[in-house]
């Protein structure tokens, strides 16, 4: 069953203009220490790179039905890539409360699919929620 959808677009520039002026709180606000090294890695345009993690985390957001209302926690929400680079959503804490919350069972099991795009002025990116019922 899919339980929620959300979509995001964002201007690189205004998360440019952050993560350019090494503004760290906002930095470790927003992004865990993992997503930090994937987005300052040499490869590719940091700020592009850190744009479409946020508008990811804004579509999860939306995908849960709340938008962000400071329950959870923006880095609660880790989007990683694996060896592919494809994108992929570990939730933590609240956000992994809220999830198994879903799951009105231990047999049934939650899965979430993200997927990014980014250009030099703006990034996207969709975040579906399903859940298995039984
Ligand atoms: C992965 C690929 C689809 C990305 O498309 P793109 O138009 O270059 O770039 P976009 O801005 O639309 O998307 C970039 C995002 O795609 C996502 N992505 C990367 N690899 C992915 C994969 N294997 N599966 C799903 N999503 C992927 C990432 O989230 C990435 O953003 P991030 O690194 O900031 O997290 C594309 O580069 C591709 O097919 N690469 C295959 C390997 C390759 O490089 N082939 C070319 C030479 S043969």
Known sequence: MIKGVGIDIIEVERVAQKVEQEDQHFKNM??????QSYCDRSEGVPAEHYAGKYAAKEAFFKAIGTGWRGKIKWTDVEILND???KPEITLHNVAKEWMEGQCQSNSNQGNI???I???KSMATAVVIIEIETS
């Open 30 to 35: 927003i992004f865990t220490k993992n997503e």
């Open 83 to 85: 060896q592919l680079g």
């Open 113 to 115: 699919i993200v997927s």
């Open 117 to 119: 795009s980014h250009l």
